[in-house]
């Protein structure tokens, strides 16, 4: 409890779980593209490792937590043809939206 970065770390490899579940299960509800969705997790997976190797970093992290952090440390599964095809339709929106004054 008092190693603050410690808990920090471990709430954003939480969140990121949540995050991820919520995600899954709205893109069903909004009928979001396979596509985008595995584009969303290119750079969560990548997020989720960069919080695990963090926390395996830790001065507090014990052994076995270590050797945990260790499991969850992965690289995503890029497409460069996916992440353009993403890209280009995000690009299609600028422009698109206005703030009201």
């Not at 596509?35 to 290119?42: C, G, S, Y």
């Amino acid at each position: 409890m008092k190693d603050t970065d410690f808990l920090l770390a471990g709430g954003e490899l939480f969140a990121l779980v949540v995050y991820a579940q919520l995600i899954l299960e709205n893109a069903r509800l909004y009928a979001i593209d396979a596509e985008t969705v595995d584009q969303i997790f290119d750079f969560m997976v990548r997020d989720f490792a960069e919080f695990a190797l963090q926390l395996h970093n830790k001065a507090s992290s014990t052994p076995e937590q270590m050797q945990q952090c260790l499991k969850m440390i992965a690289k995503p599964a890029t497409d460069e043809r996916r992440t353009d095809a993403v890209w280009a339709t995000v690009l299609a929106l600028d422009g698109a939206y206005e703030m009201n004054a």
